[in-house]
């Protein structure tokens, strides 16, 4: 199995900036995403990162404002997140798909992080 260690969140007032980390423990190509779920609100996909050419995806609410990206030294995704607002607040989720395209619908995903919160007021 592989496991994603996630890390950053936090709160923030509106129009502030957090990053988020995610670090696979297998350096094996993915589909790395991130997907969110506010309060009372169906899950969605944020975006994603092809870690084996690094092309990127982005839904269109977050598009220049949010950036993935990935340290391959460090097998580390980031997403940076800035001008956050209330409708940012969510549980963000790491998760990694092996094979297939990218990104992934949640049934397409291998691997999932534990969550954090990101509370933006």
């Known amino acids: 199995d592989v496991q994603l260690v996630e890390s950053g969140g936090g709160s923030v007032e509106a129009g502030r900036s957090l990053s988020l980390s995610c670090a696979p423990s297998s350096r094996t190509s993915a589909c790395i995403g991130w997907f969110r779920q506010g309060p009372g609100k169906e899950s969605e996909w944020v975006a994603s990162?092809?870690?084996?050419?690094?092309?990127?995806h982005y839904r269109d609410s977050v598009k220049g404002r949010f950036t993935i990206s990935r340290d391959k030294a460090k097998n580390t995704v980031y997403l940076q997140m800035n001008s956050l607002n209330s409708e940012d607040t969510a549980i963000y989720y790491c998760a990694a798909s092996y094979g297939g395209g990218c990104p992934q619908p949640e049934n397409g995903i291998d691997y999932w992080g534990k969550g954090t919160q990101v509370t933006v007021s």
């Open positions: 990162i092809y870690t084996g050419h690094d092309f990127t």
